[in-house]
């Protein structure tokens, strides 16, 4: 039952100090994630012992080139390395136009199959619906065209309780409809409701992907409650003026957007170079939401 | 007076083993020549201390991803960092395409003077021609259109014997004339011949890349007498028969041509990820060309 986040990259616009630009995996039963993919990515990922060939989805937030110029290099690794499985390309369209440029111009063809499904500039749209999790989108406010992504998983099914199979004698075969809500008629004509054979399983886990962006309240709002919030802070306090101008957060400001919408963790990423040290980062949020974080390559939770 | 060749990858098609795919250094008195830029070479240049700034000249062999896939991010960083400074790029003219793209994409434009140079397919082409030194082009056999690159010092000037100018009372302002040619007219009428005068400068030095390739005899003709000559070598000649399938050269070929030629030195890179250990194809080349290296991510000659 893994749901596990883990940070490649923490760099904003130009990779510095060994930090790589934006990259994140969430790790769903072993199906890989892929939030953003920087320059990179897939050499940090060797590093790491990070399987490449386990992602099945790739979510690019925008086309600034520090959140998608590993993706080629990636996705051509992956055809040369003989991956077979379908791979899915959550983007603004220009990333598709990109990706069957450069197939054109090196005379290769994906032998494995690769959809792009494009983020439209609605409201909210449902990326993925599968039986045990969705995805969806939301606007973000950037200079070009952005996206965060929420990862919610749905309801899990109760737990049977073993004591009361035995009580009611209920056969095997039923045992799969109990655990998906039925009621169970005994022998003798008794309806024994749901309620009584099973117990609540445990809570549905959430995580949160927000960059670039400016500072944007109205995010609390739609991140009530998130296990886990990755939110980009790539300035301090001190230089919230060039947040603004640049449309991006402050580590301060990111802290804030937790704390009104009651995540369980925050973690900080997408740091600007000019910060060589990043815990007066960590400090600064920590006053406001002490439970954050900053990212680092390799950086892992299990949610 | 630096000529200094730096290896940064050495991979081919894919990174493997930390090792990336191609890209290397020709340091010319502090300008760089960068041949080749395989993803992650920005990084692996700071990594290893190489200044991104220095760049002048990008020469791309051919637009297969793991000669490429580095450029976008290398050009983007300089870019943000406030280049300033002239870029000229050789290559087949799809980079431009893909380059232009990106940016539109992105919405940046470059701020410094990017100069791109598309490579004709005609033979030996003159691209740079130089006071001091000339690059040239020739056409290599591979999947697709793919061209290496000679790069060769002119005669340096010729040296000045000190104690002949002062025999001679040779007045100041006639010495540059005569470190570049000219004969000396003394005041009572004899004329002194510059071989008199002066003596012969070092010899001319030179370099050559040859990426990715089919064994290609002929360029053993091309490349007579260069000092330092990298040649790849994909595979081993056990694996002679893929070679020729992929259109690349064994070390064995490399080492071949590099005796041919007589070259000074030879580099063996664009190894293939089938071969962990490297050694069999260096002690491949060697009994054929002793004078063989293998490139690795820093491995450095003065040439």
């Known amino acids: 039952m893994t749901f596990r986040f883990t940070s490649i990259g923490n760099s904003s616009a130009v990779p510095a100090y060994g930090r790589i630009p934006s990259a994140h995996i969430l790790n769903y039963k072993e199906s890989y994630f892929l939030f953003d993919c920087a320059e990179g ?55 598709k136009e990109l990706i069957d440029m450069e197939m054109r111009i090196s005379g290769h063809q994906f032998r494995f199959p690769l959809h792009f499904h494009d983020l439209e500039d609605e409201e909210t749209p449902l990326l993925l619906d599968e039986a045990e999790y969705k995805v969806s989108s939301f606007p973000l406010v950037h200079r070009i065209p952005c996206r965060g992504f929420l990862f919610r998983e749905k309801m899990p099914p109760r737990k049977i309780r073993a004591e009361k199979l035995a009580e009611y004698a209920v056969p095997v075969e039923e045992i799969e409809k109990i655990r998906s809500g039925s009621d169970f008629l ?91 040290d990043l815990t007066p980062l960590l400090d600064e949020a920590r006053k406001i939401f002490p439970e954050t974080y900053l990212s680092a390559p390799g950086l892992t939770f299990d949610i």
Do not use: W
């Open 41 to 95: 990515t897939q050499m940090e990922m060797m590093r790491l012992g990070i399987r490449r060939s386990r992602i099945r989805h790739i979510f690019i937030s925008h086309l600034h080139g520090d959140h998608f110029l590993g993706l080629p290099g990636l996705l051509n690794t992956l055809n040369l390395l003989n991956h077979q499985k379908e791979m899915h390309v959550y983007a603004f369209p220009g990333l």
């Open 186 to 276: 005994t022998a003798d004509g008794r309806l024994i409701p749901n309620e009584e054979l099973t117990r609540e399983g445990r809570p549905p886990r959430s995580f949160a992907y927000v960059t670039d962006t400016l500072y944007l309240e109205a995010l609390a709002e739609r991140l009530q409650g998130v296990d886990l919030l990755y939110h980009e802070a790539t300035f301090m306090e001190k230089d919230a003026q060039r947040a603004e101008e640049t449309c991006h957060s402050t580590a301060a400001q990111a802290a804030r957007i937790a704390s009104m919408a009651g995540v369980k963790k925050l973690v900080l990423g997408h740091f600007s170079a000019k910060y060589r």
